[in-house]
């Protein structure tokens, strides 16, 4: 079993950025974010795939860079440019193998608001 931390949310104003980050306590063969905005359903915002390629969202391209640290088993979400249609709880989600069922953190919030 992986326990996923997630950090770095908050309040900021539009056009502004800030920086997720997720701590896995074990190692992991894929990670990457998801958001749930109040009333709608989680979205995928950027992962990191088993293969090490990336995906992002259409409406987050061009604003958000997924990283990650293999050694500290730790995943990054760097948000530029934020729009108030950010604001969500932030997860993190982690596999420790391509069969199993995904992890999930805590959740951060994020807010985007003048």
């Known amino acids: 079993q992986v326990q996923l931390v997630e950090s770095g949310g908050g309040l900021v104003q539009p056009g502004g950025s800030l920086r997720l980050s997720c701590v896995a306590s074990g190692r992991t063969v894929s990670m990457g974010w998801y958001r749930q905005a109040p009333g709608k359903q989680r979205e995928l915002v950027a992962t990191?795939?088993?293969?090490?390629?990336?995906n992002y969202a259409d409406s987050v391209k061009g604003r958000f860079t997924i990283s990650r640290d293999n050694a500290k088993n730790t995943v990054f979400l760097q948000m530029n440019s934020l729009k108030p249609e950010d604001t969500a709880v932030y997860y993190c989600?982690?596999?420790?193998?391509?069969?199993?069922?995904?992890?999930w953190g805590q959740g951060t919030q994020v807010t985007v608001s003048s």
């Open positions: 989600n982690a596999k420790t193998s391509p069969l199993t069922p995904a992890y």
């Open positions: 990191f795939t088993s293969g090490g390629s990336t």
